[in-house]
């Protein structure tokens, strides 16, 4: 569950999807599952007629912040189940999920697990340093240490025909290098360009979604759209409606299970009565 931003431009209105566990986009439905609770109350008495601006992700991690009038914020956490905190002049006033001692009210937001380094500005000396004694692949250490999508790094070790699933300080500099090159420049493409696409797997599920055209998904079915932000709106839906037929399998399984305990139980039962109807009768026959 998450909360959802009813924003006005002139006579145009948007709806701003928020879910903590990993979403953030333009909505053209309002989900009917969205939170009505104490915070949201709270965001409607603090937020509305606050004019909206900026929205930005400032580090590449698991981080947005959305930035209102009157010194007003937003941070969206995309980590260890998300959450979405309000501030006033950078103290905290309520958060989403008040499960952790650093989101009580007053305390200064911070989060100490944000990765804060810009990789795009980063040289080859200055990565070297950093994922030195990393004891993950490539693929897990550029994502753990430098917020780099495991799908970027996978498709620049693709293209350079470099072993994904060697660790880096196995890796000869010049090599390093040219991989660290080649990831920029993916980044930068992904940034700049705009090529929306779900990929669907061998059962024509969802598999990922994308922004840019990857060598690693290039036998993969896709579905194409013009507007990245719909691409994502549509997968969100998609992987919605498969929690919910998960879900609902699950509950299937576990009363299928216990009406099987049941029967088990009833069976044992009647046997347990046929014994003692037996040892009745033999002691009548007598």
Not at 197 to 208: A, C, H
Request: proline fraction near 3%; include cysteine.
């Amino acid at each position: 569950l998450g909360i959802t931003l009813r924003l006005r431009k002139q006579d145009d209105i948007y709806l701003l999807l928020i879910d903590p566990a990993g979403w953030i986009f333009i909505a053209n439905f309002m989900p009917e599952e969205t939170s009505i609770n104490d915070f949201v109350k709270l965001l409607r008495n603090k937020l509305d007629n606050k004019k909206l601006l900026d929205i930005r992700a400032p580090y590449f991690d698991r981080y947005v912040v959305i930035d209102f009038e009157e010194d007003l914020q937003l941070h969206i956490e995309f980590m260890r189940g998300g959450n979405i905190i309000l501030t006033e002049k950078g103290k905290i006033i309520e958060s989403f999920r008040m499960d952790h001692a650093r989101f009580r009210p007053q305390n200064i937001y911070q989060n100490a697990e944000l990765n804060k380094i810009n990789p795009l500005e980063l040289n080859t000396r200055q990565l070297r340093e950093l994922i030195k004694g990393s004891k993950g692949n490539l693929v897990a250490s550029f994502w753990k240490i430098l917020g780099i999508p495991t799908e970027i790094t996978h498709e620049a070790c693709t293209l350079l025909n470099i072993d994904k699933d060697i660790l880096p300080d196995n890796l000869e500099d010049t090599k390093l290098e040219s991989l660290f090159q080649k990831i920029k420049e993916l980044i930068e493409e992904y940034l700049s360009t705009s090529k929306p696409n779900i990929v669907l797997d061998k059962n024509n599920e969802y598999d990922s979604i994308n922004n840019i055209e990857l060598e690693i998904y290039k036998n993969f079915n896709k579905i194409y759209y013009q507007d990245f932000n719909k691409a994502v709106e549509e997968y969100f839906l998609k992987l919605k409606e498969y929690k919910i037929k998960k879900e609902i399998e699950k509950k299937e399984i576990k009363a299928k299970e216990k009406q099987q305990k049941l029967i088990e139980e009833l069976n044992d039962n009647m046997n347990q009565l046929k014994k003692e109807n037996e040892i009745i009768n033999k002691f009548v026959e007598r």
